[in-house]
């Protein structure tokens, strides 16, 4: 496996797409606050950071939060703490923006919608929101064990076991109370899985949503 995070870039980690576009957003606020939800081996975080912004990062993986909290320790401009993507939360907004590249494949449409909820109420009004998806399209939907509602877990690959859930377009729609959509998009993920989950040749079949919302100026509670 190679050392890089996507297949397309062997020689150093290369930011999700998503990431690039979160970070010309922020690059326009002052001091900027960032959410990201599923910290992976990090190689989001830096173009996040040399937007000026202080990211606060959530994972729920024991081992990958460990790994990133020995990486981050001190004072810099990361803190990573272990929590469900759901929440609670140990950190507090309002964010600038926030990020979410794979933490959202992940469980059932239920934990999705609430980890969406819990990163919303976390938002400033009007900051940007950008997260992928599991795409009905993607080959792997409906294959290996159901694990619940269009969830499905493979029994072989690098993921072997790990539920994944999947959505169409009305699927994708129906998770973004409190959030205005500014692009929806359906792309593989050969160049944008990090190879820390899957190898090329399983990557360049994955099928992802690049959902960009950002939070509504209106508040979604009382």
Request: with cysteine; charged share 20%.
């Amino acid at each position: 496996m190679s050392h890089s995070d996507t297949p397309a870039n062997h020689a150093a980690p290369t930011p999700h797409p998503l990431a690039n576009e979160l970070a010309v957003r922020l690059a326009a606020v002052s001091n900027p606050r960032v959410l990201v939800l599923g910290i992976g081996r990090g190689r989001s975080l830096p173009v996040l950071v040399a937007a000026g912004g202080r990211v606060d990062a959530i994972e729920d993986d024991p081992e990958r939060a460990r790994a990133a909290l020995a990486r981050h320790a001190g004072s810099g401009p990361v803190r990573v703490a272990r929590a469900r993507y759901a929440g609670p939360y140990p950190f507090v907004g309002p964010y600038a923006g926030a990020l979410s590249t794979h933490a959202l494949l992940h469980g059932v449409p239920a934990e999705v919608a609430a980890a969406l909820a819990s990163v919303r109420d976390r938002l400033a009004a009007g900051a940007p929101f950008f997260f992928t998806l599991g795409s009905k399209r993607d080959p792997r939907f409906g294959a290996g064990r159901s694990a619940g509602p269009d969830t499905f877990s493979s029994d072989a690959g690098s993921e072997a076991g790990v539920a994944h859930c999947y959505f169409d377009e009305p699927g994708v729609r129906a998770l973004l109370t409190g959030l205005t959509l500014e692009a929806l998009e359906e792309r593989d993920a050969a160049t944008s899985a990090g190879t820390w989950a899957h190898e090329p040749h399983e990557s360049a079949t994955i099928v992802h949503w690049f959902v960009r919302t950002h939070r509504d100026e209106r508040p979604t509670r009382p």
